[in-house]
């Protein structure tokens, strides 16, 4: 199974969840090869339950994922951190739910929460704890406590970042995944469709829930894919994207 631990069903945070366009990036993420994502939109993204509500009025929830037609679309959010730096919540949408009303006081930067309670209430819930673009420089990780990124289950290689630094953000990912002795796993961090494929993860099974998914992750039962073609297709997407915000602007 081909998956995608990090992505974005909007363009951006002040947009509205756009479910005809979101069915559309998913034709494009199987056509480029993916077979399942983990949909992790920021949580003070415009209107977060709505891209659920969304979800739930149109497709059928199977074990812990959106199933469209066949394709497997696992609930996830990505949340800030009041040290700087961004986790990855993957879960059953019940405990994507509720992790995003705990942080219904959080959503403005001078009151993000603090990494310490945000584990202590993950720490209740069924959940895949992913440490996003560890190295990158506006958000990184390595600068937190040791205890506390131990307390994460895998460090995101980030197809963004390894077009933005080079190949060589994937030794350093890896040296502090080693490090801290946690694996690493593959997100392409993509708000728009060119940009699906240009990383992902290859598990030796197909796994249905969030607790199959963490136990393929932690046995090391699966392989990073980097595509031949991630400069372009990371780039591509940048282009389009800025494109189409600037449309928007001239049109206000």
């Not at 974005?8 to 069915?23: E, V, W």
């Not at 990855?88 to 403005?108: D, F, K, N, S, Y």
């Not at 994937?170 to 469709?193: K, N, Y």
């Amino acid at each position: 199974m081909n998956i995608d631990l990090h992505t974005h069903g909007k363009l951006a945070k002040k947009t509205d969840f756009d479910p005809i366009r979101f069915r559309e990036m998913i034709e494009y993420a199987r056509l480029s090869g993916l077979d399942a994502i983990a949909l992790t939109e920021h949580f003070n993204t415009r209107n977060f339950n709505d891209l659920y509500d969304q979800l739930d009025a149109r497709y059928d929830y199977v074990h812990d994922y959106y199933d469209i037609e066949g394709f497997k679309v696992f609930p996830g959010i990505e949340i800030d951190v009041q040290e700087i730096g961004h986790l990855l919540m993957i879960g059953p949408r019940q405990a994507i739910r509720a992790l995003r009303a705990r942080l219904t006081a959080h959503v403005e930067e001078h009151t993000f929460i603090g990494i310490r309670d945000l584990l202590d209430y993950c720490d209740t819930l069924p959940l895949l704890r992913i440490g996003a673009h560890p190295h990158r420089e506006s958000t990184p990780l390595h600068h937190l406590p040791a205890e506390e990124l131990r307390r994460l289950d895998c460090f995101d290689l980030n197809g963004k970042d390894l077009h933005k630094y080079g190949l060589g953000m994937q030794e350093r990912v890896a040296v502090l995944a080693s490090e801290i002795g946690l694996p690493v796993v593959a997100g392409s961090d993509t708000h728009h469709p060119l940009q699906y494929g240009c990383v992902m993860n290859r598990l030796h099974q197909s796994c249905n829930t969030v607790a199959e998914l963490k136990a393929c992750l932690l046995n090391g039962q699966y392989d990073i894919i980097i595509s031949p073609q991630l400069h372009e297709k990371v780039q591509a997407a940048a282009l389009v994207k800025d494109m189409i915000k600037q449309q928007w602007k001239i049109a206000q």
